[in-house]
């Protein structure tokens, strides 16, 4: 079983930038694909970014395409997702998933984090 722990999010100004980690324990996530997720107040939960289990691979949402970037650390068992050029449309709570096989928008995910709150002023 694998816990996540998401981390990094905060406010920040239109423009800005930040940082999100995900650490992951319990088990090891170094042989997974993982993804990032993002669910805005009254909105459904949507896709932002995965990553192929290597780090070769990754995808991103047309939304975010650009302007984040998805990476990992294996060795320290760890996802990161880069955001710059932040809008406010990009407010929400982000969230990392364990991806049961391919990782991508209609994907099943076995571990959830309990997300951490991005938020864009104007």
């Known amino acids: 079983q694998a816990q996540l722990v998401e981390s990094g999010g905060g406010l920040v100004q239109t423009g800005g930038s930040l940082r999100l980690s995900c650490a992951a324990s319990?088990?090891?996530?170094?042989?997974?694909?993982m993804a990032w997720f993002r669910q805005a107040p009254g909105k459904a939960r949507e896709f932002v970014a995965s990553?192929?289990?290597?780090?070769?691979?990754?995808y991103y949402a047309d939304a975010v395409k650009g302007r984040f970037t998805i990476s990992r650390d294996n060795a320290k068992n760890t996802v990161s997702l880069q955001m710059d050029s932040l809008k406010p449309e990009d407010t929400a709570v982000y969230y990392c998933?364990?991806?049961?096989?391919?990782?991508?928008?209609?994907?099943?995910?076995?571990?959830w984090g309990q997300g951490t709150q991005v938020t864009v002023s104007s």
């Open positions: 998933a364990v991806a049961r096989g391919v990782a991508g928008p209609q994907s099943k995910y076995d571990y």
């Open positions: 990553i192929t289990w290597t780090g070769l691979s990754t």
């Open positions: 319990g088990r090891t996530i170094g042989t997974n694909n």
